[in-house]
């Protein structure tokens, strides 16, 4: 039988799929996204605060884990923490209770994967992630936001952790002179027979510990002089060296 479409049939289809193709991929994005809550929510309840750090938690739809905000004041200029944090190692040094991590797969400095274990207190079997790692910036705000989404099919699981399938989180670094205030906003499922209450007891000292060493790891020699690389577009394209800098 003779195909009786025309050419321009076929484009139009063509075009068609390609618009129902890129509809479901900014969908998925999108949902991959919208799991936390909305940062400036009214329903967040302060549950800790220091000097410079304060520690919210709320309720997550459909979970017994509670999702966490924290802000904070950190003395250390944003390019300084951006070398921190675009190190795949850095993990290790400042979130607290990460016991090992790397990068892995091909990936950007927009979009890359991290492998990282979280060592648990005994005699809770320790988790390990799986983490898409999604990074952008505005050279005009100096604003520049991380979200990291679980991704546990991406490799195999290990036998002596449990995967977590379930976790979100945003940082969003905003420069103010030579400070930088810190935005965390996460949401985990740490999978097992953790009951709920336990976990929503121990969540702020997370955030509120991490942070503090966040600013001291951020003020070690090998994170000094680097600078934020901005396209002609205005867009963060990566965090380097700063090779005009040296001593004086």
């Keep these: 039988m003779h195909n009786l479409r025309t050419p321009g049939t076929r484009r139009v289809s063509t075009l068609a799929n390609l618009l129902v193709a890129t509809i479901a991929s900014a969908l998925a994005s999108a949902t991959a996204l919208a799991d936390l809550p909305d940062e400036n929510a009214e329903d967040w309840s302060l549950r800790k605060e220091t000097d410079d750090i304060q520690v919210y938690t709320t309720d997550q739809p459909g979970s017994s884990f509670q999702a966490f905000k924290a802000e904070a004041i950190l003395d250390v200029p944003i390019e300084n923490l951006m070398a921190v ?12 209770n990460c016991s090992e991590s790397y990068a892995f797969g091909e990936g950007s400095f ?23 790692i999604r990074t952008r910036g505005d050279q005009a705000t100096g604003e520049i936001v991380m979200d990291l989404n679980a ?11 449990v995967r977590v399938d379930k976790s979100d989180t945003l940082y969003r670094f905003i420069p103010e002179g030579k400070q930088t205030r810190m935005i965390w906003v996460q949401h985990t499922n740490p999978n097992g027979s953790i009951p709920g209450w336990l976990v929503n007891t121990l969540l702020v000292d ?29 867009k963060l394209k990566d965090v380097v060296p700063d090779t005009q800098s040296g001593d004086d």
């Design 151 to 161: 991704i546990p099919d991406q490799r195999e699981e290990e036998h002596d952790y």
């Design 110 to 132: 927009h979009d890359r994967y991290a492998y990282s274990v979280n060592d648990m207190p005994w005699p809770v079997t320790d988790r390990d992630y799986v983490i898409r």
């Design 85 to 96: 944090m675009v190190n795949p190692q850095s993990c290790v040094e400042w979130v607290h």
């Design 206 to 234: 997370i955030p509120v510990r991490s942070i503090e060493q966040l600013e001291r790891v951020a003020r070690r020699d090998r994170y000094q002089n680097h600078e934020l690389v901005y396209g002609d577009d205005g």
